[in-house]
Nanobody, 119 residues
Framework: VQLQASGGGLVQAGESLRLSCVAS????????MGWYRQAPGKERELVAS???????KYADSVKGRFAISRVNARNTVTLQMNSLEPEDTGVYYC?????WGGGPFSDYWGQGTQVTVSS
């Protein structure tokens, strides 16, 4: 599975950005998809995830500001980020859990897209 992310950039606090990710799944089955981020000097953390049936999880710090959505038929996941804060700055990675046939699920990552929020 290859994940291609897009949509990062530089914005001011309070503005919005939308991140998109497309998965080339070939014959893989994709389960959860989501977004992680890594700020300088910090560990990578979950921002939001969405299951194949639409169940969502959010980091406490983004609840009420970010919204994750998914179109299974297009193998895409989108993260709408509103009311951005400087603390949201980091490299955002698209993530997917996928498996070949009936095998075990593995983690797949996109190349990362930079989000910078200035105060």
């Amino acid at each position: 599975v290859q994940l291609q992310a897009s949509g990062g950039g530089l914005v001011q606090a309070g503005e919005s950005l939308r991140l998109s990710c497309v998965a080339s799944r070939n014959k893989f089955s994709i389960a959860d998809m989501g977004w992680y981020r890594q700020a300088p000097g910090k560990e990578r953390e979950l921002v939001a995830s969405i299951s194949k049936v639409g169940g969502t999880k959010y980091a406490d710090s983004v609840k009420g500001r970010f919204a994750i959505s998914r179109v299974n038929a297009r193998n895409t996941v989108t993260l709408q980020m509103n009311s951005l804060e400087p603390e949201d700055t980091g490299v955002y990675y698209c993530h997917a859990q996928a498996r070949w046939g009936g095998g075990p699920f593995s983690d797949y990552w996109g190349q990362g897209t930079q989000v910078t929020v200035s105060s």
